[in-house]
């Protein structure tokens, strides 16, 4: 299999997105936590699975985005 530059500018476009998005990803999941905890609450359910939903919102992002952006970059150009 042979490496396309035009797969690799998708690439790097969709790991940029990525980061992009699993930075509003981390700010929500923040918010929500220090809403529920400002309200009284012991933080819900983002306090509880804390950990699984920021290693899953870091994950998925990270490393889906460039995935994609390869393949379409790639199939797009040829």
């Known amino acids: 299999m042979s490496v396309s530059i035009a797969g ?7 790991g940029y997105l990525g980061w992009i998005d699993w930075k ?3 700010g929500i999941l923040e918010a929500i936590e220090g809403k529920n905890r400002r ?5 819900g359910l983002v306090a509880r699975y804390g ?3 920021r290693g899953l919102s870091f994950a998925f992002p990270l490393i ?9 970059g790639s199939q797009l150009v040829g």
């Open 8 to 14: 690799l500018i998708g690439a790097a476009l969709g």
């Open 24 to 26: 509003i990803l981390k």
């Open 39 to 43: 309200g009284g609450g012991d933080g």
């Open 51 to 53: 950990a699984l939903l």
């Open 64 to 72: 889906g985005f460039p995935i994609i952006g390869y393949l379409a």
